[in-house]
């Protein structure tokens, strides 16, 4: 089992930026980590979870249409976690921001527990 960690949440106004990151145990090899599909996803109020960002192990990348050119993922595998830049950021963007790992063989997918993100003036 990973356990997956989130953190850099917060309050921001209408246009700030915000970096999250998603830490993955250290007790895991950075090499299996590496072999890893991640995503961040976010649920608001009321609304479905839907996807933000997702990087595959090759470093394939694709975003939700809502967030294309405002957030940035990426991942250090030495480091064991997964990072989102959340640039431009708009009072729609509030929500809970979870990190998950894709399914890989017969290991199910996993979640963080998520962290809360609020865009307010």
């Known amino acids: 089992q990973v356990q997956l960690v989130e953190s850099g949440g917060g309050l921001v106004q209408p246009g700030g930026s915000l970096r999250l990151s998603c830490a993955a145990s250290?007790?895991?090899?950075?090499?299996?980590?590496?072999?890893?599909?991640m995503g961040w996803f976010r649920q608001a109020p009321g609304k479905q979870r839907e996807l933000v960002a997702h990087?595959?192990?090759?470093?394939?990348?694709n975003y939700g249409d809502s967030v294309k050119g405002r957030f940035t993922i990426s991942r250090d595998n030495a480091k064991n976690t997964v990072y989102l830049q959340m640039n431009s950021l708009k009072p729609e963007d509030t929500a809970v921001y979870y990190c998950?790992?894709?399914?890989?063989?017969?290991?199910?997918?996993?979640w963080g527990q998520g962290t809360q993100v609020t865009v307010s003036s």
């Open positions: 990087i595959t192990n090759g470093g394939s990348i």
């Open positions: 250290r007790s895991i090899p950075s090499s299996t980590f590496s072999m890893y599909n």
């Open positions: 998950k790992r894709e399914r890989i063989g017969l290991a199910p997918a996993e």
